[in-house]
């Protein structure tokens, strides 16, 4: 649409100058553009921690911004292993404010082949979605941040203050963290005064409408913990009752009825109580109610059929990979789980392991923790997740008011996470981050870490010009 | 025939004295075997010859040294096998007199996949400590493989010329891979291995209990080997918004069926004559329970009681259980796929498709697929057709020196024909029409069967008797 406006323009000859509004959709669709470039170059270099690499992605990045005139100094590749260099890119301010600083992954989820309809490492332009292995985690998000900061290189914008972008490894995966490395060992290099992670998708569409923006202030607590049974194993022709995957499957089944208990707290109490005001009906009456006292066990029960609203108000854990016996012909001698789970902030990595352990009420399954390095550990930590930030007018204020100009009857809500995101490593470091992508998603649609992993085309345009605004407006003077 | 071998074992009583008398002026020989049988077990165990690592050629081309140096011709001393540098099968042949037809010994040298960290000693070390030798393959089945090139040493030694060839066959990928090296022979060497019938070692004849050896097993005929592949896809996800579906939880679903399910009791012709015998040798209460399933129709409790006794319920039904699981592609990912590996030994006389339909019936969720893995190991929809076959006849020159050799190591058990739960080459050699008997002298113990699992063991005072019985029988079936 944008498209046509400015031709149609364009051949009127009479216009004598161009206006504000054209140079911005002239400077939008060559945005567009580069942002589309760089997205289809970053799908197309593998950074899964299995055979990817991160440091071809950052390089690329790297050589885009020197190409476009980023000082040496300012374009700086770091990291503790080879496959795992981070790049932090400068762009110079006046002064006026401390420095915003920008962070997105590099890093993909493991996209078997076989799994996918397309090949996971081509961006794939089809009925009216981009697929490939990031396009919705978070390759987008890159590609948006290099594509703005280039596009101000080149028009000669000077911010009010240093925007510092960090494009990162390990995020989903590996033992080479980028922002935690960075914050470890090159603290002045990533100081802000606050960060922007782009590291989510925060518009769900609600009957086909964008009504609400998901500023996440807060996150749940991400914890890895290792199921594992052990026996004498055997020859499978003489199977004897006590069976390692049997004692694990068993576990696993009785753990799926589990459920951890409905609870609320500062960050998502202002979230309902925004966002009843964009429901109606029931649901907003629901929300309501369980914002109450002592809530009605009835408005919980409808509240929470809903997915989002569910994993909102509980820890959640789920299995998410299975691994068991040596040989076909072999009893098995150990069968594994891993089970992954999302801890709502106050509560701790072990308060968590012991709920497990009760749940899956048999001493034979062991139950231990998956530190962040890969370590099996006996116990986990007992220290909760961090306190929500407190959340920042100036960065409340400008994204509600760009995001109403894309989308009219949006509401910016603070939000608690569900994922987790490098969020908690720039937090640990003192500078006070704020996560949200500016896409519209469908709710039943998800497929970050799935297969066939999209965006819808439109989508990906639309955040790319809101992340062009913002920044603007963030650091105008 | 039943009453028949009864008889001939209690008729054999006074010459397996005589016998046992015989062999105590071969001591000193016997003792010498039994070292070398020793450093032969020992060096085979610490070749490692698992599909994943190992090289089953150069456990083949040790042993060959081994008869080569011994002054065996090196035209009776064969390397042979496929395309496959690590799967080569020693072939050796002992020229007889030629009075009767060659008689073929069967080992395989490949073993099961042992992981350092689940055991106690180094798998591919060999371990001699409180009476037992520890090491991957010490019950499964180096030692038998070590003692047949052990009685092929001392007789060319000796200078024991048979009425027979002797053809030993130490080959590759019994336990599964790509290159059963029984297979490759029948169908590209036939010349090399062709046999009246065989003796295939793979296996413990004689069955004790707490120690005390209570039968010696005849494999008359096996049950079929069947892995069957199991899975479940999903959409997956990201793992912090989960949902009701997903792909573990349903193949968790289908394996706790499964684990409750059991298959029909059926005996054969086989397994019913056996457990005749066994119930005037058992205990009262378990000879109760095993007349009790020998009734027409069988008593019930008395089934249910005998199918808690692994070994008692392997001969009794098909069995099938989950050996291996996979599932998952990243922690913080929901599992696009769940994967498991359902091993089934399945009654002579049962199809593989039949099981399969068994399985889908006893899983009953549409989402879960069940198909087969064929012993290459691929994952296929079409039934790879491995049939089960019919027990050969029981031949007088291999039971009755049989019975009394027995007799002479192991006073007053009986000789059984039985069937096996385990799957053996047996299948390829009794499709070429070669009778092939299960006959190896290792006495394991019913409760401590740890072949294919961890620290797998065979008794030090078992592993030396199985070797003084082999060489004997080998002796009494190639005499002239």
């Given at each position: 649409?944008?498209?046509?406006f400015w ?12 206006t504000?509004?054209?140079a ?8 567009n553009?580069l ?6 170059q970053?799908?197309?270099i ?8 991160v440091?071809?992605?950052?390089e ?5 911004f020197?190409?476009?005139g ?9 990291g503790p292993r080879e496959n ?8 110079r301010?006046?002064g006026?404010?401390k420095p915003?600083?920008?962070?997105g992954?590099?890093?993909v ?7 996918w ?10 009925d009216?979605?981009?697929?490939g ?15 703005t900061?280039?596009?101000?290189k ?20 590996g033992?080479a963290?980028?922002v935690?490395w960075?914050f470890r ?10 960060a922007i992670?782009?590291?989510d ?5 609600v009957?086909?409408?964008a ?10 607590l ?9 026996n004498?194993g055997?020859?499978s022709?003489e ?9 694990l499957?068993?576990g696993l089944?009785?753990f799926?009825?589990?459920e951890f ?6 960050v998502t109490?202002?979230?309902?109580q925004?966002?009843?005001t964009?429901?109606t009906?029931?649901?907003?009456a629901?929300m309501?109610?369980?914002l ?9 029960r ?7 609203d569910?994993?909102i ?6 299995p998410?990979?299975?691994?068991a016996?040596h040989?076909?012909n072999a009893?098995?001698?150990r069968a594994?789980?891993?089970?992954n789970c999302?801890?709502l902030?106050?509560h ?5 392991r012991q709920?497990?352990?009760?749940a899956?009420a ?8 998956i530190?962040a390095?890969?370590?099996?550990l ?7 997740a961090?306190?929500p930030?407190?959340?920042?007018p100036?960065v409340?204020?400008p ?19 569900i ?19 500016a896409?519209?998603?469908n709710?039943?649609?998800a ?10 085309v439109?989508?990906?345009?639309k955040?790319?010009?809101l992340v062009?605004?913002y ?6 003077h | 025939m ?24 071969d001591s ?5 075997s039994n ?19 190992g ?8 042993m060959a ?7 065996f011709?090196?035209a009776?001393?064969?390397i042979?096998g ?5 799967k080569?099968?020693l072939?050796v ?8 037809k060659?008689?073929?010994l069967?080992?395989?040298?490949d073993?099961v996949?042992?992981r ?6 180094d ?6 400590r409180?009476g ?5 393959g ?11 090139v ?5 007789m ?5 010329r ?6 030993l066959?130490?080959t590759?990928d019994?336990?599964?891979g790509?290159c059963?090296?029984?297979d490759w022979?029948l169908?590209n ?6 046999a009246?019938?065989v003796?295939?070692?793979?296996g ?17 005929t ?7 592949y ?5 959409r997956g ?7 009701a579906?997903?792909?573990?939880y349903?193949l ?8 409750k399910?059991q298959?029909?009791?059926e005996?054969?012709n086989?397994s019913?004559p056996?457990?005749e015998?066994?119930?005037a040798?058992?205990a009262?209460?378990?000879a109760?329970d095993i007349?009790?399933?020998?009734q ?11 199918s808690r006794?692994p070994?008692?319920n392997?001969?009794?039904?098909t ?7 996979g ?10 796929a769940?994967?498991?590996i359902?091993n089934?030994r399945?009654l002579p006389g ?11 019936k006893?899983i009953?969720d549409?989402q879960?697929?069940?198909r ?5 190991g691929k ?5 790879p ?5 019919a027990p050969?006849?029981?031949?007088p ?6 019975d009394?050799i027995?007799a002479s ?12 739960a385990g799957?053996?080459?047996?299948i ?5 029409g070669?009778?092939?008997y ?5 006495a394991?113990?019913v409760?401590d069967?740890?072949a294919h699992?961890?620290?797998?063991r065979?008794g030090?005072?078992?592993?030396y008797?199985g070797?003084?019985?082999f060489y ?6 190639a005499s002239p």
């Amino acid at each position: 649409m944008m498209v046509s406006f400015w031709r149609s323009v364009a051949t009127v000859s009479v216009v004598l100058a161009t206006t504000a509004v054209h140079a911005d959709a002239a400077s939008q669709e060559a945005s567009n553009r580069l942002a589309r470039e760089i997205y289809a170059q970053l799908i197309e270099i593998n950074t899964t921690d299995s055979v990817g690499n991160v440091t071809t992605a950052a390089e690329a990045m790297a050589k885009r911004f020197r190409a476009a005139g980023f000082p040496a100094a300012d374009v700086q590749l770091l990291g503790p292993r080879e496959n795992k260099k981070n790049l932090v890119v400068r762009l110079r301010g006046s002064g006026a404010h401390k420095p915003v600083l920008l962070l997105g992954h590099l890093d993909v989820v493991e996209a078997p082949r076989e799994d996918w309809a397309t090949d996971p490492f081509r961006l794939v332009e089809k009925d009216g979605y981009f697929y490939g292995r990031g396009t919705i985690d978070m390759k987008n998000g890159d590609a948006i941040m290099v594509a703005t900061l280039l596009q101000m290189k080149q028009e000669g914008y000077q911010p009010s203050r240093d925007l510092i972008l960090a494009l990162t490894a390990d995020e989903e995966a590996g033992t080479a963290n980028g922002v935690q490395w960075l914050f470890r060992n090159h603290p002045e290099l990533v100081a802000a005064e606050f960060a922007i992670n782009l590291d989510d998708w925060s518009i769900p569409m609600v009957n086909g409408k964008a009504l609400v923006l998901n500023l996440d202030a807060t996150e749940k607590l991400y914890a890895d913990y290792q199921l594992a049974v052990t026996n004498p194993g055997g020859h499978s022709s003489e199977p004897v009752a006590d069976n390692a995957i049997y004692t694990l499957t068993t576990g696993l089944n009785r753990f799926a009825a589990y459920e951890f208990p409905f609870e609320l707290n500062a960050v998502t109490r202002a979230y309902y109580q925004r966002r009843a005001t964009v429901e109606t009906g029931q649901r907003a009456a629901d929300m309501r109610a369980v914002l109450e006292e002592s809530p009605d066990p009835q408005a919980i029960r409808r509240l929470t059929q809903n997915a989002q609203d569910r994993w909102i108000t509980h820890t959640t854990c789920i299995p998410t990979r299975l691994a068991a016996g040596h040989a076909n012909n072999a009893l098995p001698q150990r069968a594994e789980a891993v089970i992954n789970c999302r801890i709502l902030p106050g509560h701790s990595p072990e308060e968590v392991r012991q709920q497990l352990i009760t749940a899956l009420a048999n001493p034979q399954i062991q139950v231990r923790y998956i530190a962040a390095d890969g370590k099996v550990l006996p116990t986990a930590p007992a220290a909760g997740a961090l306190p929500p930030a407190r959340v920042l007018p100036e960065v409340l204020d400008p994204l509600q008011k760009i995001a109403q100009q894309i989308w009219p009857q949006i509401a910016v809500i603070p939000f608690m996470a569900i994922g987790a995101s490098d969020a908690v490593y720039a937090m640990a470091g003192g500078v006070p981050t704020y996560t949200f992508g500016a896409v519209t998603y469908n709710p039943d649609d998800a497929r970050a870490h799935g297969r066939d992993e999209r965006l819808a085309v439109d989508a990906f345009y639309k955040e790319n010009e809101l992340v062009n605004r913002y920044l603007r407006a963030i650091t105008a003077h | 025939m039943r009453l028949g071998n009864l008889t001939v074992c209690a008729a054999l009583a006074l010459g397996a004295w005589a016998a046992g008398n015989a062999a105590a002026g071969d001591s000193a020989a016997d003792t010498a075997s039994n070292r070398l049988a020793r450093e032969i077990f020992r060096e085979l165990t610490e070749i490692n010859t698992s599909d994943s690592l190992g090289s089953v050629t150069a456990a083949s081309e040790a042993m060959a040294r081994r008869f080569r140096n011994a002054g065996f011709p090196a035209a009776d001393v064969v390397i042979a096998g496929g395309p496959n540098e690590k799967k080569k099968n020693l072939v050796v042949r002992v020229h007889g007199s030629g009075q009767h037809k060659p008689v073929l010994l069967l080992g395989h040298l490949d073993v099961v996949e042992a992981r350092r960290e689940d055991w106690t000693t180094d798998p591919y070390r060999f371990v001699e400590r409180d009476g037992y030798f520890y090491g991957r393959g010490a019950s499964d089945t180096k030692e038998n493989d070590a003692i047949m090139v052990a009685a092929l040493l001392r007789m060319k030694q000796e200078g024991f010329r048979p009425d027979r060839d002797i053809i030993l066959a130490l080959t590759a990928d019994e336990e599964g891979g790509c290159c059963n090296g029984v297979d490759w022979l029948l169908k590209n060497r036939r010349e090399l291995i062709d046999a009246d019938f065989v003796i295939n070692t793979d296996g413990w004849s004689v069955r004790s209990e707490k120690g005390v050896p209570i039968m010696f097993e005849l494999g008359a005929t096996e049950k079929l080997y069947g892995d069957y592949y199991l899975s479940v896809i999903n959409r997956g996800g990201h793992s912090s918004e989960p949902r009701a579906d997903n792909a573990i939880y349903e193949l968790s679903q289908a394996l706790l069926n499964l684990s409750k399910y059991q298959f029909p009791f059926e005996l054969n012709n086989v397994s019913r004559p056996y457990f005749e015998r066994l119930a005037a040798l058992a205990a009262p209460q378990r000879a109760a329970d095993i007349r009790g399933i020998l009734q027409t129709p069988p008593d019930a409790a008395a089934v249910a009681r005998l199918s808690r006794e692994p070994s008692d319920n392997a001969v009794m039904r098909t069995n099938c259980v989950a050996t291996m699981l996979g599932g998952g592609h990243a922690p913080n990912a929901l599992p696009q796929a769940a994967h498991a590996i359902v091993n089934c030994r399945i009654l002579p006389g049962h199809s593989l498709q039949e099981v399969r339909e068994q399985l889908i019936k006893v899983i009953n969720d549409p989402q879960v697929s069940v198909r087969f893995v064929t012993y290459a190991g691929k994952v296929t929809e079409q039934d790879p057709g491995y049939r089960s076959f019919a027990p050969p006849p029981l031949r007088p020159e291999v039971l009755e020196p049989l019975d009394r050799i027995v007799a002479s190591l192991w006073p007053h058990i009986p000789v059984f024909p039985s069937m096996s739960a385990g799957a053996s080459d047996a299948i390829y050699t009794n499709a070429a029409g070669m009778p092939t008997y299960g006959i190896s002298g290792i006495a394991i113990d019913v409760d401590d069967v740890r072949a294919h699992g961890r620290d797998e063991r065979v008794g030090v005072a078992a592993f030396y008797t199985g070797n003084t019985f082999f060489y004997r029988y080998l002796k009494a079936i190639a005499s002239p």
